[in-house]
């Protein structure tokens, strides 16, 4: 298994500069990582330094609180994809999950899927602010649009993914694939989300894992 390639290698910190950002390409280029995970304004210039590599850039949307308007999320996807984005990370708005919008929560995903067109859209359901129930009916809501992938954490939440719920989102989001994020700092917790049904991983720790060494970030 080419555990280097189940990750994207991120930086999403409101702070970064491109001191980081070339740091972060830097590595990923080394390790060959499957993407980099980046904020928007950041696409362009990453998806220009790629060129030619075999690493994808992946981008936010709605991010981190998924309380922007459809409307925006639609825009910010399409000026992603305009900048050289390949890959769509949305924020579902968590607070009409926990009213049982279901409906709005459906429409919003279609929306993105719909606009990013060919480009692969993972859906993060923000798992730490729902409960059990909610964690099932947000992957079957998930489970009915034409994303992807479904994702557990934004990183910037109270905490990030588990093992139990990368289970219930594998059981219940009618065989889309699961991205863990936030939390995983070792190559044992990789190795558990993996066993879990994770095919992919979003960490700001790739280098540490690849090292197996303990990485203290996102």
Known sequence: MNLNKL??????????????????????????????CVNPTFVKYC?????????????????????NTTETKVFETLNAINN??????????????????????????????????????????EICYLDEEEIKK???????????FIKTSTGF?????????VKIMKEFANGKEVKAAGGVRTKADLLDMIEAGATRIG?????????DQEGSGY
């Open 203 to 211: 960490t700001s720790n790739g280098v540490s894992l690849m090292n």
């Open 7 to 36: 990750i994207d290698h991120t930086y999403l910190k409101a702070f970064g500069t491109k001191k980081e950002i070339d740091q972060l390409l830097e590595e990923a280029i080394k390790y060959d990582f499957k993407s980099v």
């Open 157 to 165: 939440g109270t905490s990030g993914a588990t093992k139990e719920a």
């Open 138 to 148: 947000a992957s079957e809501i998930v489970g009915r649009t034409k994303a992807v």
């Open 47 to 67: 998806s220009e330094k790629l060129a030619g590599t075999d690493v994808l850039t992946c981008t936010v949307i709605g991010f981190p609180l998924g309380a």
């Open 84 to 125: 050289g984005a390949d890959e769509i990370d949305m924020v579902i708005n968590i607070g009409k999950m926990k009213e049982k919008d279901y409906l709005y929560v459906e429409n919003e995903i279609n929306q993105v899927v719909k606009a990013s067109g060919d480009k692969l859209v993972k859906v993060i359901i």
